[in-house]
Nanobody, 128 residues
Framework: QVQLVESGGGLVQAGDSLRLSCAAS????????MAWFRQAPGKEREFVAAISWSGRSTDYADSVKGRFTISRDNRKDEEHLQMNSLQPEDTAVYYC?????????????????????WGQGTQITVTS
C-alpha cells in the first residue's frame, strides 16, 4: 500500500508561481512512476505532467508546456510540480498519482487509469 501526501496549493494571482509537492510512502524497494492530474469545476480530470521512475522521461499537457516543470527526488520518493505564469484556467484541484513499477518500466503514461494510487488533492485558485 502506498500513501500520498500533497502540499503546496493555494490562492494566487495570474502570473504568480506555485510549487506542489507529493510525498509517497511505501515499501522502500519500490520504484514509482509519478504524475499530476487536475480537475476543474464541472470538468473531467485531465493529465498535467508525468515523470518516469528514473526521472529521465517527462511529459506535459500542451496547455502547461513551457510553464510547468515536473521533477522528483528519489531519495525521498517525492515529486514536485513547479508552476509558473499561472493563469485563471489553471484553477483546479490537483492530484498526484503514482504507480509502482519495475526497473524496465521507465517511461511516462498520461492516462489516469494506469495509476494505482492517488493523493487527496490540493486546490489551486488563480485570480485574474
Amino acid at each position: 500500500q502506498v500513501q500520498l501526501v500533497e502540499s503546496g496549493g493555494g490562492l494566487v494571482q495570474a502570473g504568480d508561481s506555485l510549487r506542489l509537492s507529493c510525498a509517497a510512502s511505501g515499501p522502500s524497494s519500490s520504484k514509482y512512476a509519478m504524475a499530476w492530474f487536475r480537475q476543474a469545476p464541472g470538468k473531467e480530470r485531465e493529465f498535467v505532467a508525468a515523470i518516469s521512475w528514473s526521472g529521465r522521461s517527462t511529459d506535459y499537457a500542451d496547455s502547461v508546456k513551457g510553464r510547468f516543470t515536473i521533477s522528483r527526488d528519489n531519495r525521498k520518493d517525492e515529486e514536485h510540480l513547479q508552476m509558473n505564469s499561472l493563469q485563471p484556467e489553471d484553477t483546479a484541484v490537483y492530484y498526484c498519482a503514482v504507480k509502482s513499477v519495475d526497473y524496465s518500466t521507465d517511461y511516462t503514461v498520461n492516462w489516469e487509469e494506469w495509476y494505482d494510487y492517488w493523493g487527496q488533492g490540493t486546490q489551486i485558485t488563480v485570480t485574474s
